[in-house]
C-alpha cells in the first residue's frame, strides 16, 4: 500500500511536458490593470529567454535535442532555455489573450531549445589547510571567477532591459523536470509584466520509479543545496542587483531553505547582516513539503526571517499532494503546505504576537480548488496568481488593492472573486 500511494503521490506532485498557458490572473480580466504596455520593445514576443542554472546531467531527449535528465552533476552549469507562450501569435494578440478570462483559442507553452553557456569545475573543491584554515586551489578559484564573470555579464545584459533590477528565482519541486521548471518560471515571468530577470534553479528530480523514485528527489533535494548556495552568491555579487526575490515550490521549498539557512548563519557568524549581504527581499514558499515540527526547529529556531523583507507562506487545506505526504511521513503537527491557524497551540500564536515576528512572516490560506490535484494553485487559480502579482509589487494584505481577509497573527485567507474591482 506504501508503494502504491507513492505511485499516487508522484502523479499528484508530477509536471508535464508542455501544456496550456495558465489562466489569467483575475487582477487583469476586467481591463483596469494592464502590465504589458511598460514591458521594453526587446522583450515582446511570445517567446520567453529564462537564464538558468542546474546541476542536472545533461543529455539528449527523444527529438535527439540537448536537454537535462535526473542525474546529479558535481558540477554546475548555466545558460539560455527558451520558452514559447503559443504558437504563431504575435504579441498583441498575445497581450489580449493574457487580459482575457475566456480565451478564442488555446496556446500552449512549450520549451523550444536549451542552450548551456558554460560549466564551472566540480564540488567539492580540492583544498589544503594552511595555518588551521582550508585554502582553495587557486586555479580551481580562477576557473569560478571566469565563470562567473560570464555569468554576471549575461545577468548585466538582461538586467539593462528592464527597469526593476530584481532577479527573480524560481525553484521547483519534486517529480518536476527540466522542461517542467521552465515553463512554469516563462509563465510567471510573463504575467508578472516581463519586470526584472528570472532565474530558473533545476535541481536532479524525476528519477523513475514509485518508492526509489521519491526517496532519489529527496536525497536529490539534499546534495543540490550547496549548489544553490553557490548561485544566491552569485547573484547577490552583482553590485547591478537591487533586490533577489525568490519562489520555491512543494519539495523545492526544503531546498530553498537549506540553502539560506546556511548562508544566513554564515553571515550573522561573520557579524554581517544577511538582508545587506544577500538583498533578498522576498522569499516565498508556495505548498510546502515539510513537517512544521522540521520548519519550527531549521526556519523559526535560527531566525531565518530575520534575514528578508518578507516571508510569504501560501497554505491550502485541499492540496492532497501535501496531504498524502503528511499520512505517509506521519507528520505528527501536519505538513507547513496544509498549516492554519487552528493548527497554533495557545504558546505558539502568544510568541506570533511578537510584532517582529508578524511584521516579516505572512501566511495565506487558499482554501479554493481550480485543478484535480491542487497543489500547484500558484500558477493555475487567477485569485492565487493575482495575489503573488500583488505581492512583488509591494502591495501590503489587507489594502483595499488587495483585500484580503485577516485571521489574526499573521494569518489571511483568499476570499471569493478575488480580487474583486
Known amino acids: 500500500m506504501r508503494v502504491l500511494g507513492l505511485g499516487f503521490l508522484a502523479l499528484l506532485l508530477a509536471g508535464c511536458a508542455g501544456h496550456p498557458l495558465m489562466p489569467t ?46 542525474g546529479r552533476s558535481k558540477s554546475l552549469a548555466w545558460g539560455i532555455a527558451t520558452v514559447s507562450l503559443g504558437r504563431d501569435i504575435s504579441w498583441p494578440e498575445l497581450v489580449e489573450a493574457s487580459r482575457t478570462k475566456e480565451r478564442s483559442r488555446q496556446l500552449n507553452v512549450e520549451l523550444l531549445s536549451v542552450d548551456e553557456r558554460g560549466r564551472g569545475p566540480g ?11 582550508p585554502k582553495s586551489d587557486p586555479e580551481v578559484v580562477a576557473k569560478v571567477q571566469k565563470h562567473a564573470a560570464l555569468l554576471h555579464q549575461e545577468l548585466s545584459r538582461r538586467l539593462r532591459l528592464t527597469g526593476r533590477k530584481h532577479v527573480y528565482i524560481f525553484v521547483h519541486g519534486y517529480n518536476n523536470t527540466f522542461e517542467d521548471a521552465a515553463l512554469g518560471a516563462a509563465e ?7 519586470r526584472g530577470v528570472p532565474l530558473v534553479y533545476s535541481w536532479p528530480a524525476g528519477h523513475p520509479g514509485l518508492l526509489k523514485g521519491y526517496g532519489y528527489d529527496r536525497e536529490s533535494s539534499e546534495f543540490t543545496v550547496h549548489h544553490l548556495k553557490l548561485v544566491i552568491r552569485a547573484v547577490s555579487a552583482l553590485p547591478e542587483v537591487e533586490q533577489i526575490q525568490i519562489i520555491g515550490h512543494s519539495r523545492g521549498t526544503d531546498v530553498v531553505l537549506a540553502a539560506v539557512r546556511e548562508l544566513f548563519i554564515e553571515a550573522w557568524a561573520k557579524g554581517v547582516s544577511p538582508r545587506e549581504m544577500y538583498r533578498i527581499d522576498n522569499l516565498v514558499l508556495v505548498a510546502a513539503d515539510l513537517d512544521i515540527q522540521v520548519v519550527e526547529q531549521r526556519l523559526v529556531g535560527e531566525r531565518i526571517n530575520a534575514g528578508v523583507s518578507q516571508l510569504l507562506v501560501y497554505t491550502s487545506p485541499r492540496d492532497q499532494a501535501i496531504g498524502f505526504a503528511e499520512s505517509l511521513f506521519a507528520s505528527p503537527r501536519g505538513r507547513l503546505g496544509k498549516l492554519k491557524l487552528s493548527s497554533l497551540t495557545a504558546q ?5 504576537e511578537d510584532y517582529e515576528w508578524v511584521k516579516t512572516v505572512t501566511f495565506i490560506n487558499f482554501s479554493g480548488t481550480s485543478e484535480q490535484y491542487g497543489h500547484s494553485y500558484f500558477r493555475t487559480d487567477p485569485r492565487v496568481s493575482s495575489d503573488l502579482i500583488l505581492h512583488f509589487d509591494g502591495i501590503p494584505p489587507g489594502s483595499p488593492e488587495r483585500p484580503l481577509e485577516s485571521k489574526g497573527f499573521g494569518f489571511w485567507e483568499i476570499p471569493e472573486g478575488y480580487p474583486g474591482n
Open 25 to 70: 490572473p483575475n487582477l487583469y480580466v476586467d481591463g483596469t490593470v494592464n502590465p504589458f504596455p511598460d514591458v521594453p520593445a526587446e522583450l515582446q514576443s511570445n517567446r520567453v529567454e529564462l537564464l538558468y542554472l542546474t546541476d542536472r546531467v545533461p543529455e539528449k531527449d527523444a527529438g535527439d535535442r540537448f536537454n537535462y535528465g535526473y
Open 123 to 133: 564540488t567539492p573543491a580540492p583544498f589544503r589547510i594552511e595555518k588551521g584554515f
Open 188 to 194: 510567471l515571468y510573463h504575467f508578472g509584466g516581463r
Open 348 to 352: 505558539e500564536k502568544e510568541h506570533m
